[in-house]
């Protein structure tokens, strides 16, 4: 295993799970997937170090969740606007809810599991969120940070292309076609 050490952003992960659905159902992986596919080749081939804490595991799970609960409204014949009183009255499955925890297990098998967090700077964290940041985006970035992380990768172009969060947080904030560079010159 090399010893770049990262975090993959939820968004990362999501797409990831998007791919192995279409793979499970003989779906042609679409463009906007494809250029998440040699990440997650590498990822699976323990190319990177990819750092898992339990805030990923909170924010993976309740995107998860909204997700399969909105194509459970959508099939249930709710439209986007109704979703808000759809959900008083569809609720996701045991066997549902069991099969997201599944995918994030799945994801721990080729993830360093960091089961206690540093303790956070929550001044910093509210520093950021002030500025229009997503908390659970800077809860993240925080994390990669205190876990020593070389990067910090993500799909969200606000993170990205932000000067004052790459000046705030020791860890490189890198975009998915900046990272696939990176694992293409490991070999």
Known sequence: ??????????????????????????????????????????????????????????????????????????????TIDEFRDAEENIQLSRKELEGINLIIDNFLINSEWVYSTKEMNLEKIEKMTKKDFSHMDIILLHQAELNNCDYFVTNDKKLCSNKELKENFKVKICNVNEFKNKIMNLG
Do not use: Q
């Not at 339990?54 to 799970?61: A, Q």
């Open 1 to 78: 295993m090399d010893s770049m050490k990262i975090m993959l952003d939820t968004n990362i992960l999501v797409k990831f799970t998007f791919i192995y659905y279409k793979e499970d159902e003989n779906i042609k992986i679409p463009k906007s997937l494809r250029k998440f596919l040699p990440i997650l080749t590498a990822f699976e081939l323990n190319k990177f170090r990819n750092v898992i804490t339990m805030w990923n595991r909170f924010e993976l799970r309740d995107v998860l969740m909204r997700l399969k609960l909105a194509e459970k409204n959508f099939m249930s014949g709710f």
